[in-house]
T-cell receptor, first 118, second 114 residues
Framework: AQKITQTQPGMFVQEKEAVTLDCTYDTSDQSYGLFWYKQPSSGEMIFLIYQGSYDEQNATEGRYSLNFQKARKSANLVISASQLGDSAMYFCAMREAQLTGANSKLTFGKGITLSVRP | GAGVSQTPSNKVTEKGKYVELRCDPISGHTALYWYRQSLGQGPEFLIYFQGTGAADDSGLPNDRFFAVRPEGSVSTLKIQRTERGDSAVYLC????????????FGAGSRLTVL
């Protein structure tokens, strides 16, 4: 089974509107971390936001927020007030065994393409 | 350095040749990761170093792939007898092993095997 599922093939949003990018995950660990990265056409992976499985509040970083629904195993990224520079691929990723660090690798989803229209 | 540096940025080689890709992590980062990204896919884990030792090499696809980090800083990914299917972008990342343990990625090395 896939660990990280991103099924939206491509998303379009009007500039200044909000958009939600979906991510579901699969783990039997109680302790894990969830990450979102942005990859523009230049190719570099840019860290956006992190949510720990024990964090009670949804993470926020500027225009980015993470809608964490633990029971549903979903970690959707919300981008508010979209800008043209937000056009990129967006990847959801998970690290299991977060606290112990015993399994330190990130497992990535296939990504979602976001296009912001002027 | 200020960021993760990867060289070369582009490498074109012929099938069967040997290739080395280099990664210079952020100074002080103890953990170093190699990922491979094929077109239209997410990064796929290859290997992770903690200090000089490979803590997890479960993602290396076969014995043609090998990576070293002899002094706990710079790492080299080595690919022997390259095949066309090895064509991809090879990403390196580094991190402190603390807190959220956020990975900082380099710009990648694009490998094309003809």
């Amino acid at each position: 089974a896939q660990k990280i599922t991103q099924t939206q093939p491509g998303m379009f949003v009007q500039e200044k509107e909000a958009v939600t990018l979906d991510c579901t995950y699969d783990t039997s660990d109680q302790s894990y971390g969830l990450f979102w990265y942005k990859q523009p056409s230049s190719g570099e992976m840019i860290f956006l936001i992190y949510q720990g499985s024990y964090d009670e509040q949804n993470a926020t970083e500027g225009r980015y927020s993470l809608n964490f629904q633990k029971a549903r195993k979903s970690a959707n990224l919300v981008i508010s007030a979209s800008q043209l520079g937000d056009s990129a691929m967006y990847f959801c990723a998970m690290r299991e065994a977060q606290l112990t660090g015993a399994n330190s690798k990130l497992t990535f989803g296939k990504g979602i393409t976001l296009s912001v229209r002027p | 350095g200020a960021g993760v540096s990867q060289t070369p940025s582009n490498k074109v080689t012929e099938k069967g040749k040997y290739v080395e890709l280099r990664c210079d992590p952020i100074s002080g980062h103890t953990a170093l990761y190699w990922y491979r990204q094929s077109l239209g896919q997410g990064p796929e884990f290859l290997i992770y170093f903690q200090g000089t030792g490979a803590a997890d090499d479960s993602g290396l696809p076969n014995d043609r792939f090998f990576a070293v980090r002899p002094e706990g800083s710079v790492s080299t990914l080595k690919i022997q007898r390259t095949e066309r299917g090895d064509s991809a972008v090879y990403l390196c990342a580094s991190s402190f092993l603390s807190g959220a343990n956020v990975l900082t990625f380099g710009a990648g090395s694009r490998l094309t095997v003809l």
